[in-house]
């Protein structure tokens, strides 16, 4: 079983800017594919970013020179750096990892909430 715990949530006016964290256990994890996903209020979750074990990094259209993904694999730790923050970009946002062997794992998410 792989945990993951996010963190960095909040609310911030447009414009501004968020960092998240997402901690995780239960594995190797340079060798765990990570990414970003994220749940807007009345829509399904949708893709945020993401970057392989073999550090290939994918971003949504709407994360493209905004977002910025990365992460330290000596913290076991993935990062979402999200500037210039709009309304529509509220959302709950879930880390998942894949696993090779054992499949997929979401974390339990954090908050993001752009508002004046």
């Known amino acids: 079983q792989v945990q993951l715990v996010e963190s960095g949530g909040g609310l911030v006016q447009p414009g501004g800017s968020l960092r998240l964290s997402c901690a995780a256990s239960g594995s190797i994890f340079s060798r765990l594919a990570m990414g970003w996903f994220r749940r807007a209020p009345g829509k399904q979750r949708e893709f945020v970013a993401s970057m392989s074990s073999g550090l290939r990094i994918n971003y949504a259209d709407s994360s493209k020179g905004r977002f910025t993904i990365s992460r330290d694999n000596a913290k076991s730790t993935l990062y979402l750096q999200m500037d210039n923050l709009k309304p529509e970009d509220t959302a709950v946002y879930y880390c998942?990892?894949?696993?090779?062997?054992?499949?997929?794992?979401w974390g339990q998410g954090t908050q993001v909430t752009v508002s004046s």
């Open positions: 998942h990892a894949e696993d090779v062997t054992r499949g997929g794992f």
